[in-house]
């Protein structure tokens, strides 16, 4: 009986499987006709969607080497041209392919992902300062910060024949400028950083903002989340759980930051354990220093 139920509980854990189609460097899943999940290329997760007579792809990888291994890899998929590129935001593992379309491809973004990447010295801050230390110094001579060249401000909508497309701004959180990719008729809704399948990255996070913005994102009516890191997943209970761990870490840190506890202690004795069912990755005490750092700075902002 013990045994029944735990494999019930099993199943009902377990990732659904997509059909895979494996290019050279990204195997892409199969979400719905035409709407295909890609992953493998050492940078952000990638969405293609195939229309009746072009192609969108959201986000584009960590640099220009990687971009064009994508745009390979989805040839393979179809042959139809790839006119749109969406930024989900600004970071460098989302858009740093950019620089490698031609200029009658449009890139849209939020209005801030075009601010940021002319305004902020991209190259000399995190989160891309940490990643070059994993990257080879003749691939991150390449990379050509691109901002969108197409942008908006609280919604945009694309009809391709019997797909709508919409691209949705619903408030500041992971950075404060973050797109949602919804089709609402195929249920399904690419959220770039703003909700992952883990923990994201909170660097220039707007916390409490980021958990009303949840709110909003688990007000569209989708069955399928395809995440800019970690893997698809259907369940708003996720979304749930994250934003409570955004409360939790805010509270922690904000109550130590009170008793003049530095950013980079705190972040060493948050405990958010509690969170580990949700998210796995959590190990033990303690939370990512930039994401603490920013919490501290965001606090003195309020
Ligand atoms: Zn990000």
Known sequence: MRALALLAAAACAAAQTYPVTQGKTYKFEKIADGIYYATGGGGSNNVVVVNDADVLLVDDGTTPTAARAFIAD???LTSKPIRYVVNTHFHYDHT???SVFPPD????GHEFVRHAILDFDVLHREPFITSQARMPAAERDTIKPTPPNVTYSSKMILNKGPREIQLLFLGR???AGDTVVFLPRERIVATGDL???RLAYMGDAYFD?????LENLKKLDFATVLPGHGAPFSDKGLITAFQAYLSDLVKQGTALKKQGVSADDAAKRVDLTAHAKAF???QGPG???RGMRRLYTWLDEK
């Open 173 to 175: 959180g992971h950075t």
């Open 287 to 289: 939370a990512d220093i």
């Open 74 to 76: 989805v040839k393979t």
């Open 105 to 108: 491809v449009d890139i849209i």
């Open 195 to 197: 909700m992952e399948s």
């Open 280 to 282: 796995p990755q959590i």
């Open 96 to 98: 740093d392919g950019n």
């Open 209 to 213: 903002e980021w958990v009303t913005t």
